[in-house]
């Protein structure tokens, strides 16, 4: 019998989350069992719990967790691409807060040996996220792009994407992570008052892309300033400033999930080659996963928080 954390209603985890009881069926041809070891926790994990991405009743109880990276247990048929034993990523994976999940074969990647298992497995949301917003803005060597909220999780993996692409990029950051930012190969750029000013003193050449992590209103009023075209400000978090014609990007539309689907295996290639500095802010029990969702709610980590069965 695995176990799994759900959420019984709506409200605070330590009030709705159980880890509970949970039978996992045999797998089926093009389905397997994975063993969890590392899950990538997200904001959307506690935004989920809290009934802020929707509070439909339907739902309930209803399993955490988008991303994991683990060991294959099991296989639904021989011609599978995967065996027992084998080391792999899962994403989406549906329900990861837990020891073990059934996933589709589409959704699994192998893991490469040089690749960890816990950054494995908090690789891929953030990774996905910050390739769409990248690929939407259509950068290139010609384009110099702020990236809001540089540091951080998305991010950090924006900016490198961005390096990648030969576009000069600025970021904004708190300075106690500013050479950490310039060592992605951005100009780091503090946020708060004063926002503007700073971003204009950093460069020669206007501004011709944004992309928002951050999605505050100083983030987007000073985008609106900075470039001509409201449709070059990217966002990932800004769905309330949509009347001002930024474009908001969250795996929903055709366009969207293609970025998405098309990014994975790049991304797994380049953190285990190297290429894409990722990093784990800390690591939490996975039987301690409510209090780690309101840690991470509060927090403004510099990497990603991964739970540990």
Known sequence: MAKRFIATAYGDPADVLEYVDHQI?????????????????????????RGQTGSDASKLPMP????????????????????????????????????SVLADVRAVRPRPAALDVERAGGLLLVGVTAADAVRTAGLT???????????????????????????????????????????????????????????????????????????????IDASLALVDNPGKIVS?????????????????????????????????????????LTEVAATFPLADAASALVELEHAHPRGKFILLP
């Open 25 to 49: 069926p045999a797998p089926a041809p093009g389905q397997v069992v994975v063993q969890t070891r590392a899950i990538g926790m997200n904001p959307v994990d506690i935004k989920s719990v």
């Open 64 to 99: 955490i967790g988008y991303e994991m990276a683990g060991t294959v247990t099991a296989v639904g048929d021989i011609a599978d691409p995967f065996a027992v034993g084998d080391e792999v990523i899962v994403y989406p994976a549906s329900g990861a807060y837990a020891d």
């Open 141 to 219: 060597e010609s384009d110099v792009v702020l990236v809001h909220g540089g540091s951080g999780a998305v991010g950090a993996i924006a900016v490198q994407l961005a390096v990648q692409a030969g576009a000069t990029v600025i970021a904004t950051a708190s300075p106690a992570n500013h050479r950490f930012v310039r060592a992605l190969g951005a100009v780091p750029v503090s946020y708060g008052e004063g926002l503007l000013d700073r971003v204009e003193a950093a460069t020669s050449t206007p501004i011709t892309a944004v992309i928002d992590t951050v999605g505050n209103d100083e983030a």
């Open 236 to 276: 990932i978090a800004a769905f309330g400033r949509a009347a001002d014609g930024i474009v908001l990007v969250n795996g929903s539309t055709p366009e969207s999930r293609r970025h998405r689907a098309e990014a994975v295996d790049d991304l797994i290639a380049g953190a285990a080659a190297g290429t894409l």
